[in-house]
C-alpha cells in the first residue's frame, strides 16, 4: 500500500511561484508512475502532468506547459511540482497520484493511489 501526502500549496498573488512535494511512504515508488491533478470548485479534475519513474518522459497540460515543472527524487520517494508564472484560474484543490508502469499517464483513472490534496489560492 502506498500513502501519499502533499504539501507546499497555499495563498500566491498572481505572476508569483509554489512548490509542492508529494511525499510516499509504505513502499518504495520504484518503477511507479507520478501525477499531479487539480480540481477547481464546480469543475471535475483535470491533468496537469506526469513523470516516468527514470524522469525521462514527462507530459504537461497545455495549460500550464512552459509555466509548471514536474519532478522527482527517488533516493526521497517524493514527487515534486514547480508552478511559476500563476494565473488565478490555476487556483485549485492539487492533488498528487501515482501508479504502476513506466509510462506516465495523463488519465485519472489509470491511478491506484491518490493523496488528499493540497489547495492552491491565486488571487489577482
Known amino acids: 500500500q502506498v500513502q501519499l501526502v502533499e504539501s507546499g500549496g497555499g495563498l500566491v498573488q498572481a505572476g508569483g511561484s509554489l512548490r509542492l512535494s508529494c511525499a510516499a511512504s509504505?513502499?518504495?515508488?520504484?518503477?511507479?508512475?507520478m501525477a499531479w491533478f487539480r480540481q477547481a470548485p464546480g469543475k471535475e479534475r483535470e491533468f496537469v502532468a506526469a513523470?516516468?519513474?527514470?524522469?525521462?518522459?514527462?507530459y504537461y497540460a497545455d495549460s500550464v506547459k512552459g509555466r509548471f515543472t514536474i519532478s522527482r527524487d527517488n533516493a526521497k520517494n517524493t514527487g515534486y511540482l514547480q508552478m511559476n508564472s500563476l494565473k488565478p484560474e490555476d487556483t485549485a484543490v492539487y492533488s498528487c497520484?501515482?501508479?504502476?508502469?513506466?509510462?506516465?499517464?495523463?488519465?485519472?483513472?489509470?491511478?491506484?493511489?491518490w493523496g488528499q490534496g493540497t489547495q492552491v489560492t491565486v488571487s489577482s
Open positions: 513523470i516516468s519513474w527514470g524522469s525521462s518522459v514527462t
Open positions: 509504505g513502499r518504495t515508488l520504484r518503477n511507479f508512475a
Open positions: 497520484a501515482a501508479a504502476g508502469g513506466v509510462v506516465p499517464y495523463t488519465r485519472s483513472h489509470e491511478y491506484s493511489y
